[in-house]
């Protein structure tokens, strides 16, 4: 059973950065990608980033191209989420994500309402403005 546990969330300054970590178990078929996701109250869950294991191919949302930067430690099984420049709109719960077994899921995450296959419980970033 793939469990995804998110960490790092917090309060910032507008302007501020956080990192967020994911830590990946029982991930068992390659090739696998794991997406990070979104979602602000009153809005739907949309993914932002994504990290391909094939090739480490990174994928992101026009909303944080620029902003925010995907990797992954495989020594550690963890993909974190480097966000700078923070707005208040990107208040939300953030949440991890994994799709095992195929490795295209990534371009579909971050251009479309896609869901992957397992997920985290999330963690909050609120931005004060």
């Known amino acids: 059973e793939v469990q995804l546990v998110e960490s790092g969330g917090g309060l910032v300054q507008a302007g501020g950065s956080l990192r967020l970590s994911c830590a990946a178990s029982g991930i068992a078929f390659e090739p696998y990608s794991i997406g990070w996701f979104r979602q602000a109250p009153g809005k739907e869950r949309e993914g932002i980033s994504c990290i391909r294991s094939s090739d480490g191919a990174t994928y992101y949302r026009d909303s944080v191209k620029g902003r925010f930067t995907i990797s992954s430690d495989n020594a550690r099984n963890t993909v974190y989420l480097e966000m700078n420049s923070l707005k208040p709109e990107d208040t939300a719960v953030y949440y991890c994500?994994?799709?095992?077994?195929?490795?295209?899921?990534?371009?579909?995450?971050?251009?479309?309402?896609?869901?992957?296959?397992?997920w985290g419980k999330g963690t909050l970033v609120t931005v004060s403005s």
């Open positions: 994500a994994a799709d095992q077994g195929y490795s295209s899921s990534c371009g579909w995450v971050v251009t479309t309402h896609y869901e992957m296959d397992s």
